[in-house]
T-cell receptor, first 115, second 114 residues
Framework: AQKVTQAQTEISVVEKEDVTLDCVYETRDTTYYLFWYKQPPSGELVFLIRRNSFDEQNEISGRYSWNFQKSTSSFNFTITASQVVDSAVYFCALSEARNTDKLIFGTGTRLQVFP | NAGVTQTPKFQVLKTGQSMTLQCAQDMNHEYMSWYRQDPGMGLRLIHYSVGAGITDQGEVPNGYNVSRSTTEDFPLRLLSAAPSQTSVYFC?????????????FGPGTRLTVT
């Protein structure tokens, strides 16, 4: 069965620190998709990235980077030089190719960045 | 484009009352879905639809009904509200295909059942 685990419930950092949010997934499919969403205090869900299982290249977008490792079934998210505006709940999610309509979310990691 | 819209933003119900949460999208997305978000449990899929006239159950469908008569609208009905349905409800939509496209979420409806 598919499952997404975000073991870190809450992380607190001081501004300018780097922080990594962990995501471990389980799936029997060889083709699948991984996502990260951000939920700021205002409550909306914002799409950050999608990665398919055949593309293990790490991705960098500004201060954000993602490390996808199939060997450890992990898709970790790093924020470099964190800012107060990064404070949010971050969700990792999984979708399998045999049913891309179903998105399975992790329980989320609440990141608090203090000035 | 307005994207995905949801009404109402907040709602308080008494146990046993019924109501419909509205969801609409103007992006011509085939896929629409409803999630509930509870503390410590992330988002869980309630029902989803892959096109007008087609719906299916997600992870937690009990107590909820849906229908999809048009591409744009996907209402969620609570037939007899229970305190366990107190939650934040999100509607989402996306394109469909062989790839898993990112889902666009509405702003959410915060429902309290007393």
């Amino acid at each position: 069965a598919q499952k997404v685990t975000q073991a870190q419930t809450e992380i607190s950092v001081v501004e300018k620190e780097d922080v990594t949010l962990d995501c471990v997934y389980e799936t029997r499919d060889t083709t699948y998709y991984l996502f990260w969403y951000k939920q700021p205090p205002s409550g909306e869900l914002v799409f950050l990235i999608r990665r398919n299982s055949f593309d293990e290249q790490n991705e960098i977008s500004g201060r954000y980077s993602w490390n996808f490792q199939k060997s450890t079934s992990s898709f970790n998210f790093t924020i470099t030089a964190s800012q107060v505006v990064d404070s949010a709940v971050y969700f990792c999610a999984l979708s399998e190719a045999r049913n891309t309509d179903k998105l399975i979310f992790g329980t989320g990691t609440r990141l608090q960045v203090f000035p | 484009n307005a994207g995905v819209t949801q009404t109402p933003k907040f709602q308080v119900l008494k146990t046993g009352q019924s109501m419909t949460l509205q969801c609409a999208q103007d992006m011509n997305h085939e896929y629409m879905s409803w999630y509930r978000q509870d503390p410590g449990m992330g988002l869980r899929l309630i029902h989803y639809s892959v096109g007008a006239g087609i719906t299916d159950q997600g992870e937690v469908p009990n107590g909820y009904n849906v229908s999809r008569s048009t591409t744009e609208d996907f209402p969620l009905r609570l037939l007899s509200a229970a305190p366990s349905q107190t939650s934040v409800y999100f509607c989402a939509s996306s394109y469909r295909g062989s790839l898993a496209y990112e889902q666009y979420f509405g702003p959410g409806t915060r429902l309290t059942v007393t």
